[in-house]
């Protein structure tokens, strides 16, 4: 590939003793060519035009870029939270865009989306960002987001301008609770509110 490079980011094992390679593809002029590689997934950053047409019509989107996604990618409250990411990402430069955006998770070998995930940000000052995901209905239960959310994770911990990754959860969303603690997080018990506070240090990734 012209102008492209790739970059062995890291190797980590699952609970389940899974082992994952991530790899990425990029570019430093197209923030667009990022792409990490996990055992079933392809992840890549969504442009602002892929994203609005995944909040207004799937179909659309198929019909603009080619690519396939399940109906029920953007189901509510998707909608609200891509209009909340595209104010960032529209108002970011070239290198902040890939915290700023939702990743399409594209089964191989085909490429169809089946979840998104991403961080809420660039990390602040302290090193620290947080992140959301979700899966359509159809590939929840079959590990997908686990493997999707190790990638995600090793590619921000390589970057050198992450150092820590926080998440909330419902008291009762176990099956989110589960992918992050699968990830490596823990929670922080002195957070108070409705949602329960996870987080993971880069230096207990790296461990």
């Known amino acids: 590939m012209a102008g492209m490079h790739v970059q062995s980011i ?8 899974v082992e994952i390679m991530i ?7 197209e923030w667009h060519t990022l792409m990490i590689e996990t055992n079933r997934l392809m992840l890549r950053p969504l442009l602002t035009e892929e994203l ?3 909040a207004a019509d799937t179909q659309q989107l198929t019909r603009k870029t080619g690519l396939t996604v399940e109906p029920d990618l953007a189901e509510e409250p998707v909608p609200q939270a891509i209009e ?4 960032g990402l529209r108002a970011a430069n070239e290198a902040d865009r890939p915290w700023q955006t939702f990743w399409l998770m594209q089964l191989k070998p085909d490429g169809h989306g089946v979840g998104m995930l991403g961080f809420k940000g660039v990390p602040n000052e302290k090193g620290e960002t947080e992140v959301g995901y979700g899966t359509t209905s159809a590939y929840r239960g079959q590990g997908l987001m686990s ?3 190790m990638g995600l994770l090793g590619w921000a911990f390589d970057s050198g301008r992450c150092q820590a990754v926080t ?6 969303n176990g099956a989110s609770q589960r992918v992050l603690i699968k990830a490596g997080f823990v929670r922080v018990p002195e957070h108070t509110g409705e949602c329960w506070l ?9 461990a």
Not at 10 to 17: E, G, P, Q, S, V
Not at 23 to 29: G, H, L, P
Not at 198 to 204: C, N, Q
């Open 52 to 54: 609005e047409l995944i």
């Open 198 to 206: 996870w987080r993971l240090a880069r230096e207990t990734w790296q």
């Open 23 to 29: 790899t990425s593809f990029y570019s430093n002029e």
């Open 10 to 17: 890291a190797k980590h094992r699952f609970a389940d003793l």
């Open 167 to 172: 998440a909330e959860t419902l008291p009762e």
């Open 84 to 87: 909340s990411m595209l104010v």
């Open 147 to 149: 493997e999707a959310l």
